[in-house]
């Protein structure tokens, strides 16, 4: 399972690293922005995106946005986590495909919790 | 600022010699009268260009007033950025309280263990030097029984501890999200004045400016950064990840 942990905060990008080390998850990679993000993604095989929303330069929904228009990445399953928490934030990131959506600040359970839960969808799709 | 009229031309120079004749010929109601001229005529410029300056503080009060921008920094942006920042301290305040909290649980912690262990090792020592009697190696047996399932709790303690010191730093991304918003509305009161500056000083471009202000008004979804209490609309933003997933599952998901 290869993970990549996009956010423009390098603190933030070390907590989930620690967090999904600590699910099981040992092989991620990190990216500071959307811009950076898409073409590491387009180059690798990830088998799980983990974004940040508030980001310069690209921002997660718009990443968001790009991988579902990208033929080769479309599939791939997208979490979000994010301080954005507007009504019109989390509709709009669930009308862009998102497949899970975890607002800061959030706890180990949480992340375990939604992950555990996209897989199960995923797996029963 | 328009330039004052110099007081040293003929005018002023024909009724100096007039006074110092009048003077001189000891003519004090000519010289009172040619006095008072003189003062009349300064109070005139005076009065010229007081007319002037009032008029330009009108005209920049009322172009302050127009400036929406300004108006809307000085009553709700400038209030939103002390709650903000009062936030972040708060912010700040709980994650080092969570820090210090799972530090001053750990260190006792392995203090113990190391101590334990230490004490165990010099009787082990002694045990492998033949020194220990039957008895002393009961106890020592004992001891080590007690203490294996206590290093195995501990560490899982210490586990916990440090994963609560990993979560707290999520602070940093949090306020620092809140003080780059703080730092964009400093950036706009310094445009702010120096446009008020520009304003006061004659010079007139806002013309344009209010004109490049109107197209403001298309709102997209945009990156806001974390909610501040006091500062977002409750009905607009969700409370906690419950009503995340309840929203979520509204949806569909």
Not at chain 1, 45 to 64: A, S
Not at chain 2, 11 to 35: F, K, P, Q
Not at chain 2, 122 to 146: I, M
């Amino acid at each position: 399972m290869k993970i990549l942990i996009v956010d423009d905060f390098s603190t933030m990008r070390r907590i989930i690293k620690n967090l999904l080390r600590e699910l099981g998850f040992n092989n991620t990679q990190e990216a500071d922005d959307g811009k950076t993000a898409l073409p590491i993604l387009q180059a690798n095989e990830f088998d799980f995106l983990v974004t940040d929303w508030n980001m310069p330069g690209m921002t997660g929904i718009e990443l968001l946005k790009a991988v579902r228009a990208d033929a080769k990445l479309s599939s791939l399953p997208v979490l979000m986590v994010t301080a954005e928490q507007k009504r019109d934030q989390i509709v709009e990131a669930a009308q862009a495909g998102v497949n899970g959506y975890i607002v800061k600040p959030f706890t180990a359970a949480t992340l375990k919790e939604k992950i555990d839960k996209i897989f199960e969808r995923l797996e029963s799709a | 600022m328009s330039d004052s009229k110099s007081v040293i031309n003929d005018t002023t120079l024909g009724r100096a010699h007039e006074l110092i004749d009048s003077i001189e010929s000891g003519d004090e109601s000519s010289a009172r009268a040619i006095m008072d001229e003189i003062a009349s005529m300064r109070e005139m410029d005076l009065f010229c260009e007081m007319g002037k300056l009032t008029r330009e503080l009108h005209d920049s009060l009322n172009n302050f007033k127009l400036d929406s921008k300004m108006a809307g920094l000085a009553e709700t942006e400038i209030p939103d950025a002390k709650e903000r920042l009062n936030h972040v301290i708060s912010m700040t305040e709980e994650a080092a309280e969570k820090t210090l909290n799972a530090v001053e649980d750990a260190i006792p912690l392995s203090d113990d263990i190391k101590a334990s262990s230490l004490e165990l090792q010099s009787r082990w020592d002694k045990f492998k030097n033949r020194k220990l009697t039957a008895d002393e190696f009961r106890e020592l047996s004992r001891d080590l029984d007690e203490f294996f399932p206590k290093i195995s709790e501990g560490t899982v303690v210490l586990h916990e501890r440090l994963n609560d010191i990993l979560m707290a730093q999520g602070f940093q991304d949090l306020t620092g999200q809140i003080i780059r918003t703080v730092i964009t509305l400093v950036h706009d009161v310094e445009e702010g004045l120096v446009d008020l500056i520009k304003m006061s000083g004659g010079a007139q471009a806002k013309a344009e400016e209010s004109s490049k202000k109107g197209n403001d008004n298309v709102r997209d979804i945009v990156a806001e950064g974390p909610v501040v209490p006091g500062v977002a609309h409750a009905s607009e933003t969700v409370d906690g990840q419950d009503d995340v997933d309840d929203l979520l599952s509204s949806l569909g998901f």
